[in-house]
Nanobody
Framework: QVQLVESGGGLVQAGGSLRLSCAASGVTFTSYYMGWFRQAPGKEREFVASINWTGGSTSYADSVKGRFTISRDNAKNTVYLQMNSLKPEDTAVYYC??????????????????WGQGTQVTVSS
């Protein structure tokens, strides 16, 4: 069955960096566009970044543009989220998601078919 396993979360001071990884199994990885979403306590899950099947196109939420970078390694079935210049408001559980199909819907969480269990990112001020 399909599994998405995130890693790399943790506690970091404001201004610091983290790199999240998401390893996929049970899927033909190149058939899926991939995304990262996050959910803070008491808030809805929100879009962070997405990457298309080949890695040739990316999309970012305005709140992370210029600070976060999404990438994928199709040989390793893994997607990454490099997070720099972290702010306390980036604190959330970060989820990896996989979307199947020939059209890319980067920001619509309803268009993603599989989700990971999430990894906590905490940014202290």
């Amino acid at each position: 069955q399909v599994q998405l396993v995130e890693s790399g979360g943790g506690l970091v001071q404001a201004g610091g960096s983290l790199r999240l990884s998401c390893a996929a199994s049970g899927v033909t990885f190149t058939s899926y566009y991939m995304g990262w979403f996050r959910q803070a306590p008491g808030k809805e899950r929100e879009f962070v970044a997405s990457i298309n099947w080949t890695g040739g196109s990316t999309s970012y939420a305005d709140s992370v543009k210029g600070r976060f970078t999404i990438s994928r390694d199709n040989a390793k079935n893994t997607v990454y989220l490099q997070m720099n210049s972290l702010k306390p408001e980036d604190t959330a559980v970060y989820y990896c998601a996989a979307g199947y199909g020939s059209r890319w819907y980067p920001m619509d969480r309803r268009r993603y078919d599989y989700w990971g269990q999430g990894t906590q990112v905490t940014v202290s001020s």
